[in-house]
Structures are given as C-alpha cells and as structure tokens.
C-alpha cells in the first residue's frame, strides 16, 4: 500500500501529518462501538480482553473500552526488549485506565538461555532464529494471557499489510483450534481515521509516531520508514515481506 508518511526533515506530530478521516468515518465509529459492546457481552466477565502493543490502533481501543465504560480488560506483552517511550507510554496507561492494564512478561530463564545459546542479536542472523525469539518473548506470554479466555480484541486492519487485506471485523476462524474469537472492530479504519480519532480525542499516544515509526514492536526489530515506503516495512526489514509477521495473528 502507499504511505502517507513524509520522509524524514523537519518533525511533525503524528496527528498533524495523518488525521484525514474518510468520508463515512462516524458510520466506521459507530460500527467500532456497537461491536465493542457486542464483544463485551459475550460470556462472564472478563471472558473477553484486548491485546494491545500500545500502537496507535490499540490506545484507541483501549480508549473506546474506557469511554464507554466497557468490563474488558486489556493486556500488554512486555516483551524485556520494548523501547523506552513504550515502556513509558505502558506506565502512562495502566495509570489512567479505568481498565485493568494486565502485563505479561517471557519467562526469564527461557530468555536468559536464548540469549546464552544465540546472542543478543540473533534475530538477524535467521528467520528461524527470529521466530524463535518471537516464541520466548511474544507467543508463550500470550497463551498464559489468553488462557480461559472465549474472545480477544486487537488493533488489526486491512490497509496494514497484504497479509492482512482481508481481516473480518469478526474472526472465528480460530473458534475450532483455539476456542477463541477474535474482534477486530478498526478492520475497515483507514490511518487517516485512526489518527484524527487520536487526534480528536486527545488521546496518548507512543511519540516514536511522531519519528516516522508507524507500526512499533520490539526495538531491534523496528525501525522509522522513509516516503512511499510500506506501512509495515519498519519491521522485520531485513526479511521477505511474506515471512513478516511474529505469529501473534497466524492462523493455525
């Protein structure tokens, strides 16, 4: 897909540079509520959370869910390799939230005897290797967050990348292996609508936005995009574009 994004000269806020709702962006919000209240009634409390990275889609969940006093809890991996304005954007949030913030960290001796056996930069020398680190610090920590659960909410949508060109604003294709449901009520939001949400609502956000990284992962594995450069191409960027992904939204 094009980016919008200018390339990298004089700063700008992410909100000065992408806030350009489309035309039916009330529908999409409202379309966004309703589904939320949907996911939120769906089981015994709690039988329902939010993942969230802290990105730009996942604070506006996570804002929608406090605005309209939605019993969801949200939870981030604190994967040990985050950024520090994610780290402090993490504080910021579980400060704030009339929603419980709940952090789930890998296990320290796996991470430990990975590092040991591979090094602390491992992830460059192999897909294999990369997906391996991903396993430690993303995929184990979120079964344990996803363990009981019946439903999950993230911050997906279709202008993201090709491999997520067709992402249902209800998933249930992992109903049969995992149990689970999956809600992605920002599907159909373009950028432009995330940011003038963002924008509007004056809601925090990561500042490593306003640094030309739209899409914010662990921190030897992101990096800020240039003009015309795809939207997710600041991460992973020294692997194939089909392999981008850490398995946190793979279908089985």
């Not at 993490?90 to 419980?100: D, M």
Request: net charge neutral; charged share 20%; glycine share 6%.
């Amino acid at each position: 897909m094009s980016s919008s994004l200018l390339s990298r000269g004089a700063p700008a806020k992410a909100t000065t540079v992408h806030a350009r709702p489309s035309a039916d962006f009330a529908t999409k919000l409202e379309q966004t509520r309703a589904l939320l209240r949907q996911a939120a009634a769906l089981g015994a409390p709690g039988a329902v959370t939010q993942a969230s990275s802290l990105g730009a889609e996942d604070v506006v969940i996570t804002h929608l869910i406090n605005a309209l006093a939605l019993d969801i809890p949200v939870f981030v991996l604190e994967t040990g390799a985050l950024h520090t304005e994610t780290l402090a954007l993490l504080e910021r949030t579980q400060a704030h939230s009339r929603a419980p913030i709940v952090v789930y960290k890998p296990e320290f001796a796996a991470v430990i005897q990975f590092i040991r056996q591979n090094g602390q930069d491992a992830m460059y020398r192999s897909i294999e290797l990369r997906k391996a680190c991903c396993q430690i610090r993303k995929m184990e920590p979120l079964a344990r967050a996803l363990a009981g659960k019946q439903a999950w909410i993230t911050g997906l949508r279709r202008e993201q990348s090709n491999a997520r060109a067709e992402v249902p604003q209800i998933d249930t294709a992992e109903v049969a292996s995992k149990g689970l449901t999956k809600f992605n009520p920002l599907a159909d939001w373009t950028l432009g609508d995330v940011w003038h949400y963002i924008a509007e609502n004056g809601v925090d956000y990561n500042p490593l936005h306003d640094q030309f990284y739209p899409s914010i992962g662990c921190a030897p594995c992101t990096r800020a995009i240039s003009l015309g450069e795809d939207f997710r191409s600041g991460r992973w960027w020294w692997e194939d574009e089909a392999a981008k992904e850490c398995g946190l939204h793979v279908k089985s």
